[in-house]
Each structure stands twice: as structure tokens, then as C-alpha cells.
């Protein structure tokens, strides 16, 4: 069309939290010529009507990476696999502490090994959880990187370095301390979740934000936001709170939740 806009060097992908949370979580990807989920935690089912929320159909995927083993990132693993012909790529001690995954078309990765697929770069990176071989992931398209890093005791300098210069960021921001500490967890529940290998709180996923902040963040995911040790208005406020105290970027903040799709990041639209 005469006139219409030509965007060279633009970010060509849309990112959408299928689901986020303790109850699943599914982070769908899309570059010029690739389309993955990051976990399958919801049912293959509410995976492919989610999807179709968002005009894309479930047989168009090419992949699925999981980053671990827990129900709530590989629910419906197993059957979407089966059903739309997806490979998995996991590390091999995750894929053995999957329970009844069933036949599937399995690729492995180690950690601090880039995987090339298609005209993606996803480099699995450590993070501290109690999961077998627990991982982030930095995906890189032509045109810049997204890191994903949820589901972390500690934001150790590892993955501080990991989510240096990425263009969009999926952080966790699992808890309120104070909800929790309050809340109605059992002792040893509440301990588990502030531990080492548990999640990091608002303040904590705020602080890793902080601590990787540049000119080029144009997105930040809130994911994994507790519905009984946390609330969207906290979880948002703490993170506005360290967009507000910098000049350097003015990201778009969409948050995730359990029931609904996300608000989708779109570079085309910027
Ligand atoms: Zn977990
Ligand atoms: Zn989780």
C-alpha cells in the first residue's frame, strides 16, 4: 500500500502470557518465521484455546521449551506434543522427572548450551528452584532478545548477566512478603516459597529489573504472580516504582494471570 509505514530494524515478534501462575504457565512466542511456547502448564485443550484468543492455531507451533519439571509448566506437555507433532526441548534430568510425559518427540539440551532452532537462538541458562535442572531461557530473534527468568529463589549475578540487553524481559513477581508472611500457607510452605529454591517477591523481581535496566527494554512481563500472596496493584506498583526512579527506558508493563491471556507485546505496533 502507497504510504504505508516500512519498519526496518523494528522487533518483529508478538509475546503473550498464555497462562501465569501457580495454577500454569505458558508464554507464547512469535518471530518472523517461528512459533514457541516456553512450558505447557495448562491443559493441551485450554493451550490451543488460548492460542486461538490470540488468531493462532495450535498446529502452527514448532516447539515447546520447558524450563522444568513441575505440573504447573508441564500439564498438558505430553498430549499438545503428541497431538500438533511438537518437539520438546528440555534438559534430559527434567524430562526424566517428568511424570507420564508419554511418547514424545524429545530434544535435549545442557545448560550454557545455545540451541539453534530455526531463526531463533534460545540459550537455557541456571536458576536456583527445587526442580531437577531448572532453567531460564534468553531467545534471541534477528532483531533482539527476550529473557524469561521465573520461578527463582535468588536472582543470582548469573542471570543478572543473562537478561543484560534483552529487548523484553519476563520477570517473576511471585509474592507481597508481607501477604505471605500473613497469609494462610502452612510455616513450612511460606519458608519453601521465600527459600533459595522457592520465588522471588515483587521487591526481589523488581531489584533484578533494576539491576538490568537499559536504553533498549521495550516490555516487561509481570509472570508467576501469586493469587493468594499477592495482588496485580502490588506486584505493579513495586515495579513502577524502580521504572519511575530511572531515565533510561519507559518499557510497556503487562502482567500475567492465571484465568486469562495476557495483553500481547506486538513490536509491530511500536
Ligand atoms: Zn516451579
Ligand atoms: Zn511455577
Given at each position: 500500500?502507497?504510504?504505508?509505514?516500512?519498519?526496518?530494524g523494528e522487533l518483529?515478534?508478538?509475546?503473550?502470557q498464555?497462562?501465569?501462575?501457580?495454577?500454569g504457565?505458558?508464554?507464547?512466542?512469535?518471530?518472523e518465521?517461528?512459533r514457541?511456547?516456553?512450558?505447557?502448564?495448562?491443559?493441551?485443550?485450554?493451550?490451543?484455546?488460548?492460542?486461538?484468543?490470540?488468531?493462532?492455531?495450535?498446529?502452527?507451533?514448532?516447539?515447546?521449551?520447558?524450563?522444568?519439571?513441575?505440573?504447573?509448566h508441564c500439564?498438558?506437555?505430553?498430549?499438545?506434543?503428541?497431538?500438533?507433532?511438537?518437539?520438546?526441548?528440555?534438559?534430559?534430568?527434567?524430562?526424566?522427572?517428568?511424570?507420564?510425559?508419554?511418547?514424545?518427540?524429545?530434544?535435549?539440551?545442557d545448560?550454557?548450551?545455545?540451541?539453534?532452532?530455526?531463526?531463533?537462538?534460545v540459550?537455557?541458562f541456571?536458576?536456583?528452584?527445587?526442580?531437577?535442572?531448572?532453567?531460564?531461557?534468553?531467545?534471541?530473534?534477528r532483531?533482539?532478545?527476550?529473557?524469561?527468568?521465573?520461578?527463582?529463589g535468588?536472582?543470582?549475578?548469573l542471570?543478572?548477566?543473562?537478561?543484560?540487553?534483552?529487548?523484553?524481559?519476563?520477570?517473576?513477581?511471585?509474592?507481597?512478603e508481607?501477604?505471605?508472611?500473613?497469609?494462610?500457607?502452612p510455616?513450612?510452605?511460606?519458608?519453601?516459597?521465600?527459600g533459595?529454591?522457592?520465588h522471588?517477591?515483587?521487591?526481589?523481581?523488581?531489584?533484578?529489573?533494576?539491576?538490568?535496566?537499559?536504553d533498549g527494554?521495550?516490555?516487561?512481563?509481570?509472570?508467576?504472580?501469586s493469587?493468594?500472596?499477592?495482588?496485580?496493584?502490588?506486584?505493579?506498583?513495586?515495579?513502577?516504582?524502580?521504572?519511575?526512579?530511572?531515565?533510561?527506558?519507559?518499557?510497556?508493563?503487562?502482567?500475567g494471570?492465571?484465568?486469562?491471556?495476557s495483553?500481547?507485546?506486538?513490536?509491530?505496533?511500536?
Open positions: 500500500m502507497a504510504g504505508a509505514p516500512v519498519s526496518v518483529d515478534v508478538r509475546i503473550c498464555l497462562a501465569s501462575g501457580s495454577k504457565n505458558s508464554l507464547y512466542i512469535e518471530s518465521k517461528t514457541i511456547l516456553i512450558d505447557a502448564g495448562l491443559s493441551a485443550l485450554q493451550i490451543s484455546r488460548r492460542l486461538e484468543q490470540i488468531g493462532v492455531e495450535a498446529d502452527s507451533l514448532d516447539a515447546v521449551f520447558v524450563t522444568h519439571e513441575h505440573s504447573d500439564r498438558g506437555l505430553g498430549p499438545l506434543s503428541r497431538r500438533h507433532k511438537l518437539p520438546i526441548f528440555f534438559h534430559p534430568a527434567t524430562h526424566a522427572a517428568i511424570d507420564k510425559l508419554g511418547s514424545v518427540e524429545e530434544r535435549f539440551f545448560i550454557g548450551e545455545m540451541v539453534e532452532f530455526q531463526d531463533l537462538q540459550m537455557p541456571p536458576i536456583t528452584h527445587d526442580a531437577a535442572a531448572p532453567v531460564g531461557f534468553v531467545v534471541e530473534t532483531e533482539g532478545k527476550i529473557g524469561v527468568a521465573t520461578d527463582m535468588i536472582a543470582t549475578r542471570v543478572q548477566q543473562n537478561l543484560r540487553q534483552c529487548r523484553v524481559l519476563v520477570v517473576e513477581t511471585n509474592h507481597d508481607e501477604m505471605l508472611r500473613d497469609g494462610p500457607y510455616w513450612p510452605l511460606k519458608q519453601r516459597i521465600r533459595n529454591h522457592g522471588l517477591s515483587n521487591v526481589d523481581g523488581a531489584r533484578l529489573l533494576q539491576q538490568v535496566l537499559w527494554l521495550d516490555a516487561v512481563f509481570l509472570a508467576h504472580l493469587e493468594t500472596n499477592n495482588t496485580p496493584q502490588l506486584a505493579q506498583h513495586c515495579v513502577q516504582r524502580v521504572l519511575e526512579a530511572q531515565n533510561m527506558c519507559q518499557p510497556q508493563m503487562i502482567t494471570a492465571p484465568h486469562v491471556v495483553r500481547c507485546f506486538d513490536s509491530g505496533l511500536s
